[in-house]
């Protein structure tokens, strides 16, 4: 069984800063890009970071310069490192794996199921 559960969200305050973890299981890993993507009320689902089955990152304009993806084959997890947050990064930040290149949410072919972050001015 396929499963992406994310973990690490919460509040905090602007300035602060947060790890988001994702825990897969149920698939291999190790063959997968990886990324996450968030979603504010109202909005779009967008692609915040991705990275490749080795260690090519990369990033979404508005997170670039503050975020940090990083993966660890050997336990299944992908982490997410956020600093300097805005309240604009309020959104639900959604973990999804991908066989092939990630540009948007189509790529992804297999989810999580979310988890929130509230930034507080």
């Known amino acids: 069984q396929v499963q992406l559960v994310e973990s690490g969200g919460g509040s905090v305050q602007a300035g602060g800063s947060l790890r988001l973890s994702c825990a897969a299981s149920?698939?291999?890993?190790?063959?997968?890009?990886m990324a996450w993507f968030r979603q504010a009320p109202g909005k779009e689902r967008d692609l915040v970071a991705v990275?490749?089955?080795?260690?090519?990152?990369d990033y979404g304009d508005s997170v670039k310069g503050r975020a940090t993806i990083s993966r660890d084959n050997a336990k299944k997890m992908v982490y997410l490192q956020m600093n300097g947050l805005k309240p604009e990064d309020t959104a639900v930040y959604y973990c999804g794996a991908s066989v092939g290149e990630v540009t948007t949410e189509k790529a992804i072919v297999n989810w999580g199921k979310g988890i929130l972050v509230t930034v507080s001015s």
């Open positions: 149920g698939f291999p890993f190790w063959m997968y890009t």
């Open positions: 990275i490749s089955t080795g260690t090519a990152a």
